[in-house]
C-alpha cells in the first residue's frame, strides 16, 4: 500500500511561482513512476506532467509545457511541482499519483487526496 500526501497549494496571483510536494511512503519510491494530475470545477480531471522511475524520461501536458516542472527526490521520496507563471486557468485541485508499472499513473493506481491551487487574476 502506498499513501500520498501533496502539499504546496494555496492562493496567488497570476504571474506567480508555487511549488508542489508530494511525500509518498513505501520502501521502494525509487522504482515509482510519479505524476501529477488536477482537476478544475466542473471538469474532468486532466494530466500535468509525470516523470519515470529514474527520472530519464518525463511527459508534460501542452498547456504547462515551459511553465511547469516536474522533479523527485528519492532520498526524500518526494515528487515535485515546481509551477512558474502562474495564469487563473491553472486554477484546481492538485493530485499526485504513483504506479509501479506506467510512467503515467492510471486512475486505478495510488493518488493523493489533492491540495488546492487558485491563481487570482
Known amino acids: 500500500q502506498v499513501q500520498l500526501v501533496e502539499s504546496g497549494g494555496g492562493l496567488v496571483q497570476a504571474g506567480g511561482s508555487l511549488r508542489l510536494s508530494c511525500a509518498a511512503s513505501?520502501?521502494?519510491?525509487?522504482?515509482?513512476?510519479m505524476g501529477w494530475f488536477r482537476q478544475a470545477p466542473g471538469k474532468e480531471r486532466e494530466f500535468v506532467a509525470a516523470?519515470?522511475?529514474?527520472?530519464?524520461?518525463?511527459y508534460s501536458a501542452d498547456s504547462v509545457k515551459g511553465r511547469f516542472t516536474i522533479s523527485r527526490d528519492n532520498a526524500k521520496n518526494t515528487v515535485y511541482l515546481q509551477m512558474n507563471s502562474l495564469k487563473p486557468e491553472d486554477t484546481a485541485v492538485y493530485y499526485c499519483?504513483?504506479?509501479?508499472?506506467?510512467?503515467?499513473?492510471?486512475?486505478?493506481?495510488?493518488w493523493g487526496q489533492g491540495t488546492q491551487v487558485t491563481v487570482s487574476s
Open positions: 499519483a504513483v504506479s509501479t508499472h506506467r510512467v503515467v499513473p492510471g486512475v486505478d493506481d495510488y
Open positions: 513505501g520502501r521502494t519510491f525509487s522504482s515509482y513512476h
Open positions: 516523470m519515470s522511475w529514474s527520472g530519464g524520461a518525463t
